[in-house]
């Protein structure tokens, strides 16, 4: 074969590194959009923080308008219940996992299926901050009750490991035999005089307050903080329940329940209430409130009858090029300064993308509350269908670009904060020939359960003949997708006893 030229013509798209870097900080979350400008004023000797105004993201935590997370995204627990223990002294997966169905489903505060979520919040979220005990965490107020015992050294250093080992809900992460073994090794002899003394300790542990706390699982936290109450019928009902029946009592099996335990149906009422009383987790009252608190990128706020979106100015790093570096390479033409030049386009190539990511982000937000401005009037229930299309054609910016500023990126509303994502939602057809938010139905069906009778709970058929009647056509299906979405029990969990 006779080798040619061959002269084509043809056209590409090509990536400069200013533009993949403008794309790579569009779609950064605002922690690491900080952490992309520390390392920035770190590698880049031309670039540094403006000290006229206050340091970006430091102030941001205590005087932004924050509220805690969104449910959705920092619990992903559904309802469920664990009936399955494994056998022996390590029951900390099971536990762990049972402790979480306690607390955010089908073994709810008063059994009733349903978190209940603060006036004014959204249908994703709780939005009601979970303090810490004064700035206090859990190991620190349980070592000073150890201070105040008197034990001996062993004793106290038994302890002390049985603290290190517990997780944020105040539960015994690791197993008695495990930890026993990581601290004497393969010496067995040892390891089995280390094995008792923390059984002692656990003891001792687990007689300190928050009660409960030093717990294996669900059932031995419960039956800790009920054997502080008086000695009376019902607490030894409830005692059973938590020991063996635990998941009789989360399905309403009021009858299994009387037939296991010997006790009447007041009796059976009566435990039930002892245990609801108890706190799933110990640890709780002292875990960091800024572990669930969210900085928003723009907030709402009114304007005239309308609505409008502002930047939040606390998470805006504000930079600037080195002025004294800068001048110090202006007028070299011999070519020793290029590679300094270099750096010093890349400084400003920095700002300006960020800079672009922020308007942005604005642009996008003030086309979502210009489409959506009934919700900051009248809540989730009022909100309208929308898709990534209507708002990347309306601001000629492609769908891709639009989902990377909708995701993890939030705004502060007078109903609490979303993230932008939030106010996307499919269409779903109504009598009237128009269409309905799948976000205004889930607010629908949340009203609904709230308001219906505990001793009669409605069921999925008729949540959806409900909605019906409110001229939005559901199939039952889609409201039982809805329900576990707002992580609400079944009829039958959400039944009283």
Request: aromatic content about 4%.
């Given at each position: ?182 601290l004497a090794g393969d010496d067995d002899e040892v390891r089995d005089e280390l094995l008792a003394r923390l059984r002692c300790a656990l003891h001792w542990l687990q007689a300190m307050e928050p009660c ?44 299994r329940l009387m037939a296991v335990t010997g006790a009447d149906d007041e009796l059976i009422r009566q435990a039930q209430s002892l245990i609801v009383a108890c706190e799933p987790k110990p640890g709780r ?82 086309a979502i509350v210009e489409r959506q401005k009934n919700f900051f009037s009248h809540g989730a229930i009022a909100m309208k269908p929308l898709v990534l299309r209507e708002i990347a054609d309306e601001l ?102």
């Open positions: 074969m006779k080798p040619s030229l061959q002269v084509r013509l043809s056209q590409h798209l090509a990536l400069t590194p200013q533009l993949q870097q403008s794309i790579r900080l569009l779609q950064l979350s605002t922690l690491e959009l900080h952490q992309e400008v520390e390392q920035m004023l770190e590698a880049n000797p031309f670039i540094e923080l403006d000290d006229e105004v206050p340091t970006p993201f430091e102030a941001s935590l205590d005087t932004a308008a924050a509220v805690p997370t969104p449910a959705a995204e920092r619990d992903d627990t559904d309802g469920r219940v664990d009936n399955d223990e494994p056998a022996g002294i390590d029951r900390d997966e099971a536990g762990a996992t049972e402790r979480e169905d306690w607390a955010n489903g089908t073994e709810g505060d008063d059994f009733d299926g349903i978190r209940e979520t603060p006036p004014g919040a959204g249908d994703d979220a709780d939005f009601e901050p979970q303090q810490g005990g004064g700035g206090d965490t859990l190991a620190a107020h349980l070592r000073r009750q150890l201070a105040g015992m008197r034990l001996s050294a062993e004793d106290a250093a038994a302890v002390e490991a049985l603290i290190d080992s517990l997780d944020d809900d105040g539960y015994l992460a690791d197993a008695l035999d495990d930890i026993a073994r990581q409960g706390v030093g717990a294996r699982d669900l059932r031995e936290c419960l039956q800790l903080q009920l054997r502080e109450r008086p000695d009376t019928p019902a607490r030894a009902v409830a005692l059973a329940i938590c020991e063996q029946h635990l998941e009789l009592l989360a399905r309403r099996d009021v009858r009252p002292f875990s960091r409130a800024e572990a669930n608190i969210v900085v928003p990128d723009v907030i709402v706020v009114r304007s005239g009858r309308g609505w409008k979106c502002v930047l939040n100015p606390d998470v805006m790093p504000r930079l600037r090029i080195n002025d004294l570096y800068a001048q110090a390479i202006r007028g070299q033409r011999n070519g020793t300064g290029a590679g300094l030049s270099t750096r010093l386009q890349e400084a400003r190539w920095f700002m300006k993308n960020v800079q672009q990511r922020f308007d942005t982000i604005l642009r996008v937000s003030s000629g910016l492609h769908e891709s670009t639009i989902s990377r500023v909708t995701t993890a990126k939030y705004m502060a509303t007078p109903f609490g904060t979303f993230e932008l994502k939030y106010f996307f939602g499919s269409s779903l057809a109504t009598d009237a020939g128009g269409n309905a938010s799948s976000t205004a139905v889930r607010a629908l069906i949340k009203q609904f359960v709230a308001a219906e009778d505990a001793a009669r709970p409605l069921s999925d058929s008729q949540l959806g003949k409900m909605l019906e009647e409110q001229g939005i056509q559901v199939a039952r299906r889609t409201v039982a997708k809805y329900r576990e979405a707002l992580k609400i029990a079944p009829a039958n969990l959400r039944k009283a006893l």
